[in-house]
């Protein structure tokens, strides 16, 4: 938007107090700071940390410089945008956005933004893959997104204004080369068990392993099988603490409420013995998942034989867990 800005900078030198905005126009200077507070002006971060934030109004007050506060509430509520956009126009700073190629060379030629970008484009990816698999239409998803707070509501319906065309530029483009991803083939199979009378009516015995991967539209296909052959066993084995795969659309309420989902009868059983570590992995590990109500209550124990310490090795730098592997191998 073509503002002139630094992150971060010494007040006029003074290396105590570092505005998160000092914004140029000209000879005009104005000052933004964004404070971690709520909407009743306490913070997490205690007394001490109010104080300071008085103290840098204060500092702007005795200076008689333009400046701004906003607030973590700012964004929740989603009026940050809006009272910076208001304080700007008061001190004659005009936002003036550059030409959509512009913005997308700079991206290309800036490391920091084209990782950001290219970030961006995998996690379109990634949540196109999720959203197929899930078996949503957007219908259900603006539904979901009429729930949401104002910031949220605002952030989704940016992201399915990108997300929407590039979905639909997909799926006409799957068609045109007569291609199918892997969930198009989940979800065709759905339809053809349920649309050919002979398709998949005789089995006799379904088994399932790492059942805890299971996502909306595989747990259907299980389910239009076995609605089909009356009388199927249907054997699962699965671990809802091993569960990794949501980004791809696995749900861990298929595994912890499976008797929900595969009735009428079912019977769980409960694997509690491992052989891969001892204490106190065992114990810490167990304390760390079960933080989390959605999993299934299990009483881990191992070989009394088995004994595996917990080692922490810290880095000496920021970048990379280099030197820490190599302290480890």
Not at 37 to 51: I, P, R
Not at 93 to 107: K, N
Not at 242 to 261: D, K
Not at 266 to 295: A, C, D, M, W, Y
Request: hydrophobic share 35%.
């Amino acid at each position: 938007h073509r503002i002139q800005y630094n992150y971060s900078e010494p007040y006029r030198g003074n290396s105590d107090y570092r505005p998160t905005f000092s914004i140029r126009s000209g000879t005009n200077m104005a000052y933004i700071d964004i404070l971690q507070t709520d909407k009743g002006g306490g913070s997490f971060y205690g007394l001490s940390y109010l104080k300071t934030c008085v103290l840098r109004q204060r500092i702007h007050q005795r200076s008689r410089t333009n400046y701004l506060q906003i607030s973590t509430h700012d964004w929740d509520d989603n009026s940050a945008y809006g009272k910076v956009a208001k304080f700007l126009k008061q001190h004659n700073i005009r936002p003036r956005r550059l030409p959509e190629a512009e913005i997308l060379r700079l991206i290309i030629l800036n490391s920091t933004y084209r990782k950001d970008f290219d970030a961006f484009l995998d996690y379109l990816a990634h949540y196109l893959a999720a959203f197929k698999n899930s078996m949503k239409k957007f219908r259900d998803i603006n539904a979901e997104i009429s729930k949401m707070d104002s910031y949220c509501k605002m952030r989704a319906k940016k992201y399915f204004a990108i997300f929407r065309p590039l979905y639909a530029a997909y799926q006409r483009w799957l068609e045109t080369e007569q291609q199918y991803d892997f969930a198009d083939m989940i979800n065709l199979a759905i339809q053809n068990v349920r649309d050919i009378p002979e398709c998949a009516d005789n089995y006799r015995y379904i088994l399932l392993d790492e059942a805890q991967d299971l996502s909306p539209n595989r747990y259907q296909l299980i389910f239009e099988i076995l609605k089909k052959n009356v009388g199927c066993r249907f054997f699962a084995v699965g671990d809802d603490w091993q569960s990794i795969y949501r980004f791809t659309g696995s749900n861990l309420a298929l595994i912890y409420q499976f008797e929900h989902f595969f009735r009428p009868k079912t019977r769980r059983s409960l694997i509690e013995q491992t052989h891969r570590f001892g204490q106190p992995t065992i114990r810490t590990s167990s304390n760390f998942v079960t933080k989390n109500p959605s999993q299934v209550a299990k009483n881990i124990r191992g070989n009394r034989r088995s004994h595996t310490p917990i080692s922490i090795i810290l880095n000496e730098t920021r970048n990379d867990d280099t030197d820490a592997l190599i302290k480890i191998l």
